[in-house]
């Protein structure tokens, strides 16, 4: 963050001081909600979770070089006192923005969002330096967060902007306002909470009603509910993907050996060939959406192929591939989980997987609602379409609900089976690995499965990790 004086935070964020023997002194270090982040002249903001409550950390907090606390009551030790410390974080990421000038390009979009965010980082920091999210933080604690590590020079700001209600990216967007914003996709994740696409679009449309006159909406042609969205903002409209109309587009869209996809791509100065790193024909919609977001920026075509092709992920368990030793490819998307992710993702192990055996050890897709049960049902049934060789469901009734959707497919038997939790996973595939097996690992993030991709790779540190 640039530095401020306690006094000026205070003033940004209407709070008072408590304990702070001299106002002047500068908070210098970055702004953290975890006090083992803390560096000298760090400013702490104590929030109360559901395990842990931050205000018992502020002494140490200090303790460690923290400039203050800010927090909602005093805590013994220089503190910023404010009613709200979230509200407080965003009025004081809005006014860092404000001062710097910094150009803010904020994404969202049912699935792909961090991979795509991953992307444009990628690409911008080519042409100057550029501050995004590290993971996912992209909610009203997480942007801000993000936000305040702008410093003079930064020059872009990518912001990831998630929903769980109406009005939730409409805030986030009024916290920092984005000169360009991208609208991926609109899925099914979160559909229990919305009731609906339809109530999914009016939400993530909201980050185009923010744009100025002078700003720039790029929008995915391929997803009628999302180009829609051009008639609910008065900026510039710029659309990509594989649509012959889309202004940023691919086309002889192809796998490598490997499932890594390959496409020329056409921008209105002209086209490159590119081939990515990374794997799965899924990630050519987020080539192009951050492809569309740096031409826009000013990068030419050359430059954004150049970069897509040498980009790889730089969020963890985000199909992130690891060979072993053995032969063995290990496959930890298990960050997440949504239908469109999922069919993504065994889309891509089934490109991967030619010629080897394939192993999908598959969890719950959460808050899916009354869908719940169709979704794992179709996601199992797809799982034997792509000739997936083993299906391993993992987990209580919506983990029997992918597996007896691949039976009723497939009438596969023993080739999908049903598993109490992650260690019954682990053991199964230690004794039925082969070496040049292939497994995937996915599910939503609250059933921890990464540790079954994490348990795979023990006592394999020789292997290569692909695809970063």
């Known amino acids: 963050m640039i530095a401020l004086s306690l006094a000026e935070i205070a003033e940004i964020v209407g709070g008072q001081s408590y304990d702070i023997p001299d106002p002047a002194v500068r908070v210098t270090g970055p702004v953290v909600i975890d006090s083992r982040a803390v560096r000298p002249g760090s400013l702490f903001a104590a929030f109360a979770g559901e395990h842990v409550d931050g205000h018992d950390y502020a002494q140490s907090a200090v303790a460690a070089g923290a400039a203050a606390v800010l927090a909602p009551r005093p805590v013994g030790v220089p503190a910023i006192v404010v009613p709200d410390v979230t509200a407080a974080l965003g009025a004081l990421a809005r006014t860092i923005v404000e001062r710097l000038g910094t150009t803010a390009v904020a994404l969202t979009g049912s699935s792909g969002k961090t991979s795509t965010k991953d992307l444009i980082a ?20 997480g942007l801000p967060l993000t936000a305040l590590r702008a410093v003079e020079d930064t020059e872009h700001l990518v912001l990831e902007m998630g929903a769980r209600y109406i009005g939730d990216i409409r805030y986030l967007s009024g916290l920092v306002p984005p000169k360009v914003s991208l609208v991926l996709n609109v899925g099914t994740a979160h559909i229990g909470e919305f ?60 796998l490598t050996e490997h499932g890594q996809p390959a496409f020329t791509l056409h921008t209105p100065t002209g086209c490159s060939d590119v081939t990515m790193r990374l794997y799965g024909e899924h990630h050519v919609s987020n080539a192009l959406a951050a492809a569309a977001v740096a031409h826009e920026l000013g990068m030419s075509v050359d430059e954004i192929a150049l970069a897509l092709s040498e980009a790889g992920t730089l969020s963890r368990w985000r199909m992130e591939v690891t060979e072993r030793p053995d032969g063995v490819t290990i496959v930890n998307d ?54 997936v060789s083993k299906l391993v469901a993992v987990g209580g009734r919506e983990a029997s609900w992918l597996q007896l959707g691949a039976y009723n497919e497939g009438s596969w038997g023993e080739e999908s089976v049903h598993v109490s939790d992650a260690q019954a996973a682990v053991d199964l595939l230690r004794s039925e690995l082969r070496p040049g097996d292939v497994v995937l690992v996915k599910a939503s993030r609250s059933v921890g499965l990464e540790r079954v991709a994490q348990a795979l790779l023990e006592n394999t540190t020789e292997g290569e990790v692909t695809g970063r």
């Open 334 to 387: 298990a960050y997440n989980a949504n239908p469109e992710s999922m069919r993504a993702a065994l889309r891509a192990l089934a490109a991967m997987g030619r010629g080897r055996r394939t192993w999908a050890v598959l969890g719950q897709m959460a808050e899916l609602g009354d869908e719940a049960l169709a979704e794992h049902d179709a996601v199992g049934r797809l799982a034997v379409r792509l000739n």
């Open 195 to 254: 009731g609906g696409r339809e109530q999914i679009a009016e939400a993530k449309g909201e980050i185009v009603e923010c744009l100025p006159e002078d700003g720039v909406a790029v929008l995915n042609a391929d997803d009628p509910l999302v180009r829609a969205m051009s008639s609910r903002t008065k900026a510039r409209v710029v659309l990509f993907g594989e649509a012959a109309d889309a202004d940023v587009r691919a086309e002889n869209v192809r």
């Open 122 to 141: 990628q690409l911008l920091e080519r042409k100057g330096p550029t501050v995004y999210p590290a993971g996912n933080l992209n909610n009203e604690i």
